[in-house]
């Protein structure tokens, strides 16, 4: 065996050796070659996560400009908050339950608290004469543990922002902070290992590629349940069946959230190929790129054409919305090789959404940024279209649908109703009425601002 | 020939197969080999294209925040809109036009509908078990279509992202999209063909690395001509030649707007190198960025000094209009290896933003946001520097960026007269008093702030 | 030798034919297959450089959020300006003198003008037909120069823009900006010589991977000697020792700020790493990026904690401020292989801020955005871990810290001193209570909202 003396010299010698070996040996051996594909890999997940990461300022910008002035600061906070938390408990709980020693078929990974680094990694780096067999040891998982770790972290957190704009304008903060711990170390892993862990519904076939269900209508559910438990904000409704409008205090923030959320979508489902050492992998990442874009520009323009024909205006907020709800509607599927079927997936993500927005608020249901329309109904819409026009099935993806928001449904409802009948959840109606920012934060978003006291 | 029974391993395998094979062949092939360089070169175009698509981000808040409140919805309407439109017509029609079959010299590719993966890349993603042949004759091609496709398309958006600034404030919204779709569809395509597709301008020996005449001054010719069109907006110019300054609303998002655009020009000039697959792309890119940095950086302070000099204040929207005419002047030639041309070519860029404002605003030219001066003033001296420092001649310059602006201000001209002469392109004068907000979109865009009716 | 006819072949073919070679030579060769491993490191500077990049636009919401509108378009204006004199100055002098020919243990590099590409870049680029020793004279170095040049001068820009936040508010803008010039072309590439240009802190063990004290802690230093020199805000301190809070007037944009620095914190510290050619680079890469998510997340959680014990509220600014103490933290050793201490280190740095930004005001040192607090104290606390957790001792690290200190110190203060005896450093009072934007600008940043005149 090969011992080096030098590190970093061994390092970059060893494709070479390895070759030379390879060949002297008589026989093609790829494994250890496998060098440049796991740097490859590696570096996707690590700016694909980083993409992913914005995400999360892309939410608290959309959020922070669809609602009120006096409850911008504390959604801001929540929004951060729940980034920070759901980082911290996947460290600690989720990444584990999730993907370690999920039994094949199975409904869980394993209950260990902290993931860390992978011996084989921390023996390479702890190295100071690597041997061909610790880089091997490394390379042949193909990534590092520890940028897959980054990326499905960022996906955690995705989940978790969904909720905080449909609950947002009266829910308090630690509460809700209490849901996200729960989400992020329980609810999100335990069903993301049915299928990304390998678990029943992989076995089954569901295919989900980056998460219109696993992530997306999850956290919808969440929002859902979440709505329904907190009860609408005051005013919303009127006593006769009316439904009244609360603007938004900031539409170019708003705006501005949309086209991060879209941009780091890029790195949401282009990175959910999971690889880029292969030209097969490069190709198949690029057109998911592709498609995600053109799914997300249909869902504008059909967003724009039916508020125009509904409304005889174009609606700012539903196109915004149109967006996102493409995005997620292709979320499942990006890998289609006809971009004209991501068209149509996209368009009718941003329809819906238009549909959906004045159907929940006739329900009674309060969601103040549209995230259920968006992320649940252009999640399961997205999910179903695999079925369609994909590689699944639509009796499987149906199943999953329905296992995953059953569950979704059951825990998240639990939580919540626990938290209502220990600590409460919802801010009293002073609060409220002057706005959750004095109450929670002790500041004002726009100290300066404002036309005065604006009760809603 | 070799026949791999598992396609993740056959492609991991190919490297050192290949260069096995190589070597028993007695000759060198690099062909194959240059599967590395097929995955390096298609995620630059991801890389670079997420960067450029980001830009869109960046011209909506800058616009949203050099407009006044009242128009500030509508800007963000139309900025998510055009990014839309353009990337479904740069895939319906342009892309096609653009660099399918453009005859060598010639002046346009092909009219046909939908641009798709390319056979020999589907042929991959679809085999199961990927001959040698089959990753080669993907790999050949340098890198995947789909991410060139990605990379062009944002190019697209950015033209049609500068005219919304210059005619906003009293634009309709739909002759607005519609002018987009030609644009994205034909006006840019067409004279792109010219030069990136390898027609008559190329053939010529016309230069421009990034995009300064292709992409910057058409969206600056079509911004001017339909400035002219348009009409200025009301009040804008008084009856003595007096020019009433119209302050924009939201400052930061002004100066966000410019650090996104600046972010994403690394994109733009970067990516425009077009490969990473050797050490002399990863130099020259490194050089480009370089230059890139350098050009804004001279365009800022070039700016600040000249206002301070004239006016006895530095005015932060030449400033900021000055990072971008410097990123505008060094786009056409990032590549000089010379940084302190770059310093001056930037600098030089901020100058004539600070005398070009003023002097469109004698002509009674009203740009909103100062993207004639900027796109097309300091587009046109980038291209010539081009001639003057670079590796073009002067001559061959001004032919191209002659030929490039007659045929934008012809093609541009039609649209925005048939516009106008058929649905038309203004809104009517009570919208544009109280805001184009209220009559396009249906809202407002910071309905809790405003210090009352501000009738400009 | 073997010479080219084609370079764009010669380079595709070159792994292949070096590995040959080196196989036919019957020794293993590694210095020429360095290639790819060059265009990843190189690639990886420019990415995680974007990213460092984005932070100016980070500083400049940040800020933006945190002072009154009054002065918002100054420190907008301040923020572009000080990125782009930081990029200038450092290609001017600060390059050469951080890096080029730094003595063994030495205290500074050349003063030589002009950073340019290096010799062997030129010829390569230069060449129609590279031979493989013009190849390998590049890839040698192990990543182009200007790649390092645009990563390193990303940091440069990050410490001046640590100083704007502090001095906003009361600061001339023209003053600033020549403490800038100084800063970047001559303070921080001095002592960043002595540990990363290779001169006597490195020699001694001193150890600071990614900047807690080269960049941070220097920031911070700058902008206390400013604070102290220039005075406080009026009105800040009451008579009898009563402090006045002066909110920030825009908290989305600080929260944004806040979200942008994390994100371009992934290329601060990941980029660290200064490789990616080799699974080691990746891996390590991918650690660093894992701590310093968890310890940004560590920051807010802790930070959000104590002011709900001490305040009984959530305050957002101190939950913002948290999350940078936390990142701030880590960077001085984001390689440590235990995440659980990473999760400690930045909750100390999240704790630290709550403790600080009042200690501060009771000193009477008027810091507006808490940039003290975040980027001296906690960047002094990280540099310290390194010492306590890390590879480095706590001796060492205290002497660097010292050394670096004092300098910082030293340097500054002769320079605000200096510019307050000769052009003044300090708007007068009346501008200051009508605010800088007026003054300087000649503009406000947000015109049209406001509840009127705010005299703070």
Chains 1, 2, 3 share one sequence.
Not at 172 to 178: A, E, G, R, T, Y
Not at 234 to 239: A, D, N, R, S
Not at 272 to 290: E, K, N, P, R
Request: one cysteine or more; proline letters at 3%.
């Amino acid at each position: 065996m090969l011992v080096f003396t030098n590190l970093k010299r061994a390092l970059l010698a060893l494709p070479v050796t390895v070759l030379a070996l390879g060949f002297m040996s008589g026989e093609v051996r790829a494994e250890v070659s496998g060098e440049t594909a796991y740097v490859l890999n590696t570096f996707s997940f690590l700016v694909h996560g980083f993409l992913v990461m914005f995400m999360a300022a892309g939410f608290a910008m959309l959020e922070s400009g669809l609602v009120r002035s006096k409850n911008t600061a504390t959604i801001c906070l929540k929004n951060i908050a729940l980034y920070s938390i759901a980082g911290i408990m996947f460290y600690l709980v989720g990444y584990n339950l999730m993907y370690v020693n999920v039994p094949e078929g199975g409904f869980m990974g394993a209950f260990e608290l902290f993931y860390n680094p992978g011996e084989a990694e921390l023996a390479l780096l702890a190295a100071e004469e690597a041997t061909v067999e610790q880089v091997k040891a490394v390379t042949d998982a193909g990534y590092s543990v520890a940028s897959d770790w980054f990326f499905q972290m960022v996906f955690v957190a995705t989940a978790a922002s969904i909720v905080s704009g449909t609950v947002a304008e009266r829910i308090k903060v630690w509460p809700f902070l209490i849901f996200v711990v729960v989400l992020s170390a329980i609810i999100y892993p335990i069903q993301a290992s049915w299928v990304w862990g390998g678990g029943w519904l992989d076995a089954m076939g569901f295919s989900d590629f980056a998460g219109s269900t696993l992530v997306h209508s999850v956290g919808g559910w969440c929002a859902l349940t979440g709505a329904i438990i907190l009860g609408a904000r005051t005013g919303k409704y009127g006593p006769d069946g009316r439904v009244n409008p609360i603007p938004g205090a900031n539409m170019p923030l708003a705006t501005l959230g949309t086209f991060i959320l879209w941009f780091g979508w890029f790195g949401f489902n282009g990175g959910s190929q999971l690889a880029l050492g292969s030209a097969a992998d490069a190709t198949m990442m690029s057109i998911v790129y592709v498609n995600t874009n053109i799914a997300a520009a249909g869902g504008v323009v059909a967003a724009m054409v039916l508020t125009q024909i509904l409304y005889k205006k174009v609606d700012l907020s539903m196109a915004l919305n149109g967006a996102l709800a493409g995005l997620v509607a292709i979320t499942a599927g990006p890998d289609l090789t006809n971009h004209f079927t991501s068209l149509i997936i996209g368009a009718v993500g941003g329809l819906l959404v238009v549909i959906f927005v004045p159907f929940l608020d006739k329900l009674k249901i309060d969601d103040v940024v549209g995230a259920i329309s968006v992320h649940l109904v252009a999640g399961v819409w997205g999910t179903l279209c695999v079925g369609i026009f994909g590689s699944g099935t639509v009796v499987t993806q149906v199943i999953g649908i329905a296992a995953i928001g059953a569950f979704a449904i059951v825990a998240s409802s639990i939580v919540w109703l626990i938290l209502k009948a220990t600590v409460g959840i919802r801010i009293n109606e002073e609060d409220e009425a002057n706005g959750s920012d004095m109450a929670e934060c002790g500041m004002e978003a726009y100290p300066e601002f404002g036309r005065g006291s604006q009760t809603f």
